[in-house]
């Protein structure tokens, strides 16, 4: 369990006695609230209560509120990154990699999760046009995204399970609108059964 004691690069580092906090639970918090409330609307001392730590711990640990903000982007992608690879790598052919991938995404988007978000789209919606360094972190996120699809459906052309026809770079980008739109539609309250039903049909177009 990483503690403060060994933050990364973004995180202050400061003399004296350690903070006695764990920075991976606390981002985790973060993380999950940020998701459900958004940025713009989300105080210092909201975040204090989320996080339960004093608002001097977090502006000694983050300098500010958005300083907490981009180290919870990072873990959150660095995390689903992980989460994505791990889920595909059983997969036996390029076209259940997808199904898989289209399956998360359906399944992230009802329900709880569905209306906690994904925190990509909190920082393209809120800071992306006002904020470079958040625009970069999402670009980059969106970027590995849509390259990852595409090899994804270059893998099942190789292997036989996506048809030829299909053209793997504007496959991908529709996709990816697939992936992202399926979570921003989620924060609004969708079924299960209308999710997977995405999946299927999005599924025909590999045909």
Excluded: W
Excluded at 20 to 38: M, N, P, Q, S, V
Excluded at 119 to 131: I, K, N, P, Q, R
Aim: with cysteine; aromatic share 6%.
């Amino acid at each position: 369990m990483t503690t403060f004691n060994k933050t990364p690069h973004h995180v202050s580092r400061e003399r004296g006695r350690p903070r006695e906090f764990d920075i991976d639970t606390a981002l985790d918090r973060a993380i999950l609230y940020f998701r459900e409330h958004g940025y713009n609307g989300v105080s210092i001392s909201d975040l204090s209560q989320a996080l339960k730590l004093s608002a001097g711990s977090i502006y000694k640990a983050f300098h500010s509120k958005h300083g907490l903000f981009t180290a919870a982007l990072d873990r959150y992608m660095a995390l689903r990154g992980q989460q994505l690879v791990e889920m595909t790598a059983s997969a036996e052919s390029g076209r259940e990699k997808l199904h898989r991938l289209l399956i998360f995404y359906a399944e992230s988007s009802y329900a709880t999760e569905g209306m906690f978000g994904c925190l990509v789209v909190v920082g393209a919606v809120e800071l992306s046009s006002t904020d470079e360094a958040v625009a970069a972190k999402v670009s980059f996120a969106m970027s590995a995204n849509e390259r990852r699809l595409k090899g994804i459906i270059e893998q099942g052309q190789k292997d036989g399970s996506i048809s030829k026809d299909v053209d793997p770079g504007t496959t991908a980008k529709l996709m990816l609108a697939l992936l992202q739109g399926m979570r921003v539609i989620g924060k609004v309250g969708q079924n299960r059964e209308d999710m997977m039903s995405v999946v299927e049909n999005a599924m025909k177009l590999l045909d």
